[in-house]
């Protein structure tokens, strides 16, 4: 069975760096690409970041692009998210996401159930 | 970047009645490898987004044949036949064709 469990929320003050973990299990992690989306408190869903499996493509939301950083540990199944200058607007409910099948990034199949951003002073 | 505007914006709905919802793309979602990446997930309350639909059309394993996804270029259409209770939930559109990727802003169906 397909899990993705996300950790590393919490509240953090506007200016300041929070990383995100996923790990992942019931599949091999390393052939798949992952994906971030996150969700404002009462909002929709916003893409954040992808990336393939090898990490050679990588991609990012137009509001997140030079301040967060997608990664992967193959050998952990774990999927990160670097967040820096965090702003009030990066209050999310951040998800990890897997596709259907190998060698593609969407669609996002498999999801977590994400863990808590808050920006706040 | 491409704007997908989801209309209308809530939708009432009677069970058992058919559902309707758009999707339009500011252009077009047809890539360069001639698939065109829009998928329709549905967010049940207090739940994670579950997958669809992909490749406009295609239903994702274990999804239930009265949700039809059809369209070509930059309209698109999520039809839910006979709503039952479990459809209920924000629908949103999702584009993967251009970079950066998009979603639209969803589409609440709710009982009248």
């Known amino acids: 069975e397909v899990q993705l469990v996300e950790s590393g929320g919490g509240l953090v003050q506007p200016g300041r760096s929070l990383k995100l973990s996923c790990l992942a299990s019931?599949?091999?992690?390393?052939?798949?690409?992952m994906n971030w989306i996150r969700q404002a408190p009462g909002k929709g869903l916003e893409w954040v970041a992808s990336?393939?499996?090898?990490?050679?493509?990588?991609y990012y939301a137009d509001t997140v692009k030079g301040r967060f950083t997608i990664s992967r540990d193959n050998a952990k199944n774990t999927l990160y998210l670097q967040m820096t200058s965090l702003r009030s607007e990066d209050t999310a409910l951040y998800y990890c996401?897997?596709?259907?099948?190998?060698?593609?990034?969407?669609?996002?199949?498999?999801w977590g159930q994400g863990t808590l951003v808050t920006v706040s002073s | 970047d491409v704007v997908l505007t989801q209309t209308p914006v809530a939708q009432p709905v009677t069970l058992g009645d058919q559902a309707s919802i758009s999707c339009r793309s500011s252009?077009?979602?047809?890539?360069?490898?001639?698939?065109?990446?829009l998928e329709w997930y549905l967010q049940k309350p207090g739940q994670s987004p579950q997958l669809l639909i992909y490749?406009?059309?295609n239903r994702f394993s274990g999804v239930p044949d009265r949700f039809i996804g059809s369209g070509s270029g930059s309209d698109f259409t999520l039809k839910i036949s006979r709503v039952e209770p479990e459809d209920l939930g924000v629908y949103y559109c999702?584009?993967?064709?251009?970079?950066?990727?998009?979603f639209g802003a969803g589409t609440k169906l709710e009982l009248k």
């Open positions: 999702f584009q993967a064709t251009h970079d950066p990727y998009t």
């Open positions: 996401a897997r596709p259907r099948s190998m060698m593609v990034i969407t669609p996002f199949a498999y």
């Open positions: 252009q077009s979602l047809v890539h360069s490898n001639g698939n065109t990446y």
């Open positions: 490749k406009v059309s």
């Open positions: 019931g599949f091999t992690f390393s052939n798949y690409g």
């Open positions: 990336i393939s499996s090898s990490s050679s493509y990588i």
